[in-house]
């Protein structure tokens, strides 16, 4: 059984910075991709960060300069720093590990979700 245990998140003021953590923990197989999602009140969830097991990242074009995902692959952990932080940012932030199965079918597993607030 896949389990993602999250930390970090809070509420900060606009300009400042936050780090989110994850640690995943059981499962078989290796980790495809490790990132993060985020979901604002009445939008849909949208990918934040995630970067793959080649290390190739991927970045939500409004936090690309602002946001940095980093994994450890030894440790399965991934992590999230968020600086220069917006209003716009606010939301309820998803840790997601995928794996992949020999037929190309994903499996995403997913964190608790932790609550980033930023005031203006």
């Known amino acids: 059984q896949v389990q993602l245990v999250e930390s970090g998140g809070g509420l900060v003021q606009a300009g400042g910075s936050l780090r989110l953590f994850c640690a995943v923990s059981g499962g078989t197989f290796s980790f495809s991709a490790m990132g993060w999602y985020r979901q604002a009140p009445g939008k849909q969830r949208e990918l934040v960060a995630v970067?793959?097991?080649?290390?190739?990242?991927n970045y939500l074009e409004s936090t690309k300069g602002r946001f940095t995902v980093s994994r450890d692959n030894a440790k399965n952990t991934v992590s999230l720093q968020m600086n220069s932080l917006k209003p716009e940012d606010t939301a309820v932030y998803y840790c997601?590990?995928?794996?992949?199965?020999?037929?190309?079918?994903?499996?995403?597993?997913w964190g608790q979700g932790t609550q980033v607030t930023v005031s203006s």
């Open positions: 997601n590990a995928r794996q992949t199965d020999y037929t190309f079918r994903h499996y995403d597993y």
């Open positions: 970067v793959s097991s080649d290390g190739s990242r």
